[in-house]
C-alpha cells in the first residue's frame, strides 16, 4: 500500500495542474494565527501511521488529491522559523494529526475557507477528519479528543463550475492536429491514440483517471459500450458515439490484440513506437492520469487554442448533451454524478435564458457607439 500512496502525493486542487510546485511545498506567506505544531517523537510508519492508514482505504483517484490536501494542511500547522531564519515546516507523513484540538481544527477551517473555494475547502476538511478517524483507531486519541478535533463546520457557499465549454470550431482544430501527425509514419501511432483519447473524453464525458484506467476488455466494439469505473468504485457504460467508434477502432488496429487486464492506451515513445512493457520488461505499459492530464495541454498548444484541461472535455460534454435531449436524468447517468445537482451545474440552457431577459434591459447611456 505505501507504494501506491507515496505515488498519489501530487496534489489537484482547483483545476491546477497536479505538477505545479506551489501545491507541493508550503505557501512562502500564510495568514496568521499560525499553529507552529512541533513535530512527533519519532515518525510512525506503515500501517501505524495515521496518514497511510486513512489513504489506504481511498481509490487510487482519491488517495492523491487527499494527500495533497493533507500536505497542505500540515505545512500550514506546523509553519515556523528555524535557527537559521528559514520557514520550516512538517510533511503529512511526520506530522502529529493526534495532537491537533478543536481549536487548531478552528483555525485551520478558518485558513482553508479564506484560500479555496467551498468546495475545495470542504474536500480538504473531510480529508482531516478521515485522518483525525484513523488516528482514533490506531488508539492516537481518545474518542473525545477526535470528536472535538472534527467539530468543524463545513464551509459555506457556491462557486460556478471551473472550466470552460469548449466550442465547435476549436474542438474541430483539437482533431485536426491529431489528424495530420497520423499522416506522418514516424508519428501515426501517436496521432491515432490522441485521436482517439480526445473523442472519449467528449462523448463519453469521461475523467482523465477513467480514461488513463480503461482496459482492453472494457471496450465492446460490437456495440460500441465501455464500461468505465468511476468515483466510489462505481461503473457506468459509456458509448462510442459520432464517430468516437471509428477513432477508438484505428488505435485498437494499430495498438494490437493483448489480454482483457492490458490497458486500452498505451505510450508511444518519440521515435513512433507503442510502448507495450516498461523499460525493463517487467510489467505492461500504461498511461497515467497526468499523462492525459500532459497530452491535453499539448493538444491544445499545437491547435493554437485557449487553454483546455481534460475537465473542460466533460464540462462540455454535459452542456452539449443537455442541449441535444434535455434531460438531466440521462445526463446524470452517462456522466457519472451521484447528484443530479452536480450535472445540474453545467446545464448552460438556464445561462442563456438570463442573459436573454438581461438584454432587454438598456442603459439610457449618452454616448456614441
Same mark, same amino acid.
Given at each position: 500500500m505505501s507504494d501506491a500512496v507515496n505515488a498519489?502525493?501530487?496534489?489537484?486542487?482547483?483545476?491546477?495542474?497536479?505538477?505545479?510546485p506551489a501545491l507541493l511545498a508550503a505557501p512562502e506567506v500564510l495568514p496568521a494565527p499560525v499553529l507552529a505544531l512541533a513535530p512527533a517523537d519519532e515518525v510512525l510508519v506503515g500501517e501505524e501511521n495515521p496518514v497511510l492508514s486513512y489513504l489506504g482505504r481511498l481509490s487510487a483517484g482519491s488517495r492523491r488529491t487527499m494527500r495533497g490536501?493533507?500536505?497542505?494542511?500540515?505545512?500550514?500547522?506546523?509553519?515556523?522559523?528555524?535557527p537559521d531564519g528559514r520557514v520550516v515546516h512538517l510533511d503529512a507523513l511526520s506530522f502529529p494529526w493526534w495532537r491537533l484540538t478543536? +481549536?487548531?481544527? !478552528?483555525?485551520? $477551517?478558518?485558513?482553508?475557507? *479564506?484560500?479555496?473555494?467551498p468546495s475545495t475547502a470542504n474536500k480538504m476538511l473531510s480529508a482531516l477528519k478521515g485522518v483525525l478517524k484513523a488516528s482514533f483507531r490506531l488508539g492516537l486519541m481518545?474518542?473525545?479528543?477526535?470528536?472535538?478535533?472534527?467539530?468543524?463546520?463545513?464551509?459555506?457557499?457556491?462557486?460556478?463550475?471551473?472550466?470552460?465549454?469548449?466550442?465547435?470550431?476549436?474542438?474541430?482544430?483539437?482533431?485536426?492536429v491529431c489528424a495530420r501527425e497520423a499522416e506522418d509514419p514516424k508519428m501515426r501511432a501517436r496521432g491515432i491514440r490522441d485521436a482517439a483519447m480526445l473523442a472519449l473524453l467528449y462523448v463519453g464525458g469521461l475523467r482523465? +483517471?477513467?480514461? !488513463?484506467?480503461? $482496459?482492453?476488455?472494457?471496450? *465492446?466494439?460490437?456495440?460500441?459500450?465501455?464500461?468505465?469505473?468511476?468515483?466510489?468504485?462505481?461503473?457506468?457504460?459509456?458509448?462510442?458515439?459520432?464517430g468516437a467508434d471509428l477513432l477508438l477502432g484505428g488505435w485498437l488496429e494499430l495498438r494490437g490484440d493483448g489480454e482483457p487486464d492490458d490497458p486500452l492506451f498505451l505510450p508511444v515513445r518519440k521515435d513512433g513506437r507503442v510502448e507495450r512493457s516498461d523499460p525493463y520488461g517487467e510489467k505492461k505499459a500504461s498511461l497515467s492520469d497526468q499523462a492525459v492530464y500532459k497530452m491535453v495541454k499539448r493538444r491544445h498548444r499545437e491547435a493554437n487554442v485557449k487553454e483546455?484541461?481534460?475537465h473542460d472535455?466533460?464540462?462540455?460534454?454535459?452542456?452539449?448533451?443537455?442541449?441535444?435531449?434535455?434531460?438531466?436524468?440521462?445526463?446524470?447517468k452517462?456522466?457519472?454524478?451521484?447528484?443530479?445537482s452536480t450535472t445540474a451545474r453545467y446545464d448552460r440552457r438556464g445561462e442563456r435564458a438570463m442573459r436573454r431577459a438581461a438584454s432587454h434591459l438598456h442603459v439610457p447611456h449618452h454616448f456614441d457607439g
Open positions: 498519489a502525493s501530487n496534489v489537484d486542487l482547483d483545476g491546477r495542474a497536479p505538477s505545479d490536501s493533507l500536505e497542505e494542511i500540515a505545512a500550514v500547522a506546523s509553519r515556523r522559523e528555524g478543536g +481549536t487548531h481544527t !478552528a483555525i485551520i $477551517r478558518g485558513y482553508l475557507a *479564506e484560500k479555496y473555494a481518545t474518542a473525545d479528543e477526535r470528536d472535538r478535533a472534527s467539530d468543524v463546520a463545513p464551509v459555506r457557499g457556491t462557486r460556478l463550475p471551473p472550466g470552460r465549454s469548449i466550442p465547435r470550431g476549436e474542438l474541430s482544430a483539437l482533431f485536426a482523465r +483517471t477513467e480514461l !488513463a484506467s480503461l $482496459r482492453l476488455g472494457d471496450y *465492446e466494439p460490437e456495440t460500441g459500450t465501455l464500461r468505465v469505473r468511476g468515483k466510489g468504485n462505481k461503473e457506468r457504460p459509456v458509448y462510442a458515439e459520432g483546455i484541461s481534460p472535455f466533460r464540462k462540455t460534454f454535459v452542456g452539449d448533451l443537455l442541449d441535444a435531449v434535455g434531460d438531466l436524468s440521462v445526463a446524470q452517462l456522466a457519472g454524478h451521484a447528484d443530479p
